[in-house]
């Protein structure tokens, strides 16, 4: 391997299922070391994950880098966005963090909406109606359900702070991460204090929020990583937007995230607020928006299918007419936070590679649906969708967004662009440049585009179909839990 251009700087991804970090060269954004640890999210009634393992699996992922990572001049962290951690007086986790995918609170999301003013309130006020994935729902389920846990809480932070903080010991977060919150109003960018007295969390307790390019902090001494003392820290962000950064994505531009979470977002210069509640008004990590819409069942949903089929996730046939609501977490995009899968249109010949296909087509539905809604109207029609994330990989993901979106669809060779994201951001740091042009500067975003095919709208509205039939259906689901 050549020696660097430039200073060495880690990106880190601390997303759902594993912790990633990628030391980069920040002349060339060649990636000079990775590594990856995974860690264990729990399926009991909830979602949840202790951070402290979030640690040790950065810890595990720098010590696979070896000793790149010592050489770094700064660092960044993107992490999975809206998780409720908890600390008390020394640091240390009250509880497990409430992670992004955990619907226990869909209860309370219904309550605050109502009690401030209805959905086109919420929207106006943070850009987003919340709903159970929210920090704010989780923090007001946890007040009803764990007084106990609420009292001893000195500090709450959202999973990418809680790394950043044990890094350099001060309290901080980013204006991207802390869009997801529920109690950042977008409009004045600032804590929303009547929405924090209305969940009884004391505006103390929550982070610093630190500027776009600002310095977050330094290394500090006995963190235990192999970083140097006094490595310049970046602020990082939530992992959507941490992509948008690694993509150097310019408004207008659509993407498609296939991960645990299935997202679809594209930078925008205008400060959304959608008051249906399909798409989340986030702030990007620069001084821009990020429109967002999420579902909770994407490559994990579709994978397990293929189990239960017993099928490889490659072995895909053609439908005829069989649908798969693959909710089997409950849904957010549509919003039926307690719902379940659901299968529709079985016949004799009906093969387990069609019930396959019909999986992967109702994940992507649920994206493509909000897809021209995060996209500003000006926006054209032909540009091609970035593919990225896990399920970027995966051949019958790549052609089942092909056909059911009718664009060109662009995949980019990087793999990793959350961790790419960041160690923009901290080559930032160094440079004095904006984190997206970092990464233009490093071409992540370049590799082979899937041209357009005719768009399968025959699938798309007999999903609609069902998904509309079906909602009552799915709703009772919720009522008798
Ligand atoms: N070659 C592949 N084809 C299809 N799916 C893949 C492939 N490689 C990984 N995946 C899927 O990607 C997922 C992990 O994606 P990733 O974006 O790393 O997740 P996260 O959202 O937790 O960051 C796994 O659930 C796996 O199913
Ligand atoms: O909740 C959202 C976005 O609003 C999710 O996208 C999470 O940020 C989790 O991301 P992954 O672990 O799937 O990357």
Redesign the pocket.
């Known amino acids: 391997m050549s020696a660097a251009e430039g200073p060495l700087v880690v990106g880190v991804?601390t997303?759902?299922?594993?912790t990633k970090a990628l030391v980069v060269d920040a002349a060339t954004g060649r990636v000079v070391a990775s590594g990856q640890a995974p860690h264990t999210v729990s399926s009991g009634a909830g979602r949840e994950s202790d951070p402290r393992q979030w640690w040790d699996a950065l810890g595990e992922a720098l010590s696979q880098c070896g000793e790149a990572a010592r050489e770094a001049a700064a660092v960044s962290v993107g992490g999975q966005q809206h998780g409720l951690v908890t600390l008390d007086a020394q640091g240390e986790p009250v509880r497990p963090a409430l992670l992004w995918n955990d619907v226990r609170s869909a209860p309370q999301a219904r309550r605050l909406i109502d009690e401030l003013g209805g959905a086109k309130a919420w929207a106006e006020r943070t850009g987003s109606v919340p709903s159970a994935s929210f920090t704010v729902t989780k923090w007001a389920w946890l007040a009803e359900h764990e007084p106990e846990a609420v009292r001893a809480v000195k500090a709450v932070r959202l999973p990418h702070d809680y790394l950043t903080e044990r890094l350099t010991g001060e309290g901080t977060t980013d204006r991207g991460d802390v869009s997801g919150t529920g109690w950042w109003a977008s409009g004045t960018e600032a804590y929303d204090e009547e929405i924090l007295a209305r969940v009884g969390l004391d505006p103390a307790l929550l982070p610093r929020v630190v500027r776009p390019g600002e310095v977050a902090g330094t290394v500090r001494d006995g963190h235990g990583l192999p970083f140097s003392k006094g490595t310049l820290v970046a602020a990082g962000t939530g992992d959507n937007a941490a992509a948008a950064l690694g993509l150097g994505l310019r408004p207008g531009v659509p993407v498609m995230s296939l991960?645990?979470?299935g997202t679809v977002y594209a930078v925008s210069q205008h400060r959304p607020a959608d008051p249906t509640g399909t798409v989340a008004g986030f702030a990007d990590a620069r001084g821009d928006w990020l429109p967002l819409a999420c579902t909770l069942n994407c490559?994990?949903a579709v994978?397990r299918v293929a189990a239960l089929l017993n099928l490889d996730?490659e072995a895909v046939e053609p439908g005829t007419g069989a649908t798969l609501l693959p909710f089997l977490d409950g849904e957010r995009t549509p919003n039926l936070p307690q719902s379940s899968g659901l299968m529709h249109g079985l016949r004799h010949d009906t093969t387990a590679g069609q019930l396959l296909q019909a999986a992967y087509d109702g994940a992507v539905h649920s994206l493509l649906a909000a897809l021209d809604l995060v996209l500003d109207a000006d926006a054209d029609p032909a540009a091609p969708l970035l593919l990225i994330?896990?399920?970027a990989?995966?051949t019958a993901?790549q052609q089942t967004v092909r056909r059911l979106s009718g664009r060109p669809v662009q995949i980019p060779e990087a793999k990793e662009l959350v961790a790419l994201g960041a160690a923009a951001q901290a080559a930032g740091l160094l440079t004095g440049e904006d984190a997206a042009a970092v990464a233009r500067r490093w071409n992540t975003a370049a590799g082979p585009v899937l041209e357009a095919v005719e768009r399968d709208e025959a699938t798309l509205n007999r999903i609609t179909g069902v998904l509309s039939d079906a909602a009552p259906l799915l709703e009772r689901d919720a009522a008798s839990r």
């Open positions: 991804d997303s759902t299922q594993s991960g645990t979470s490559t994990l994978d996730r994330g896990g399920g990989r995966g993901w």
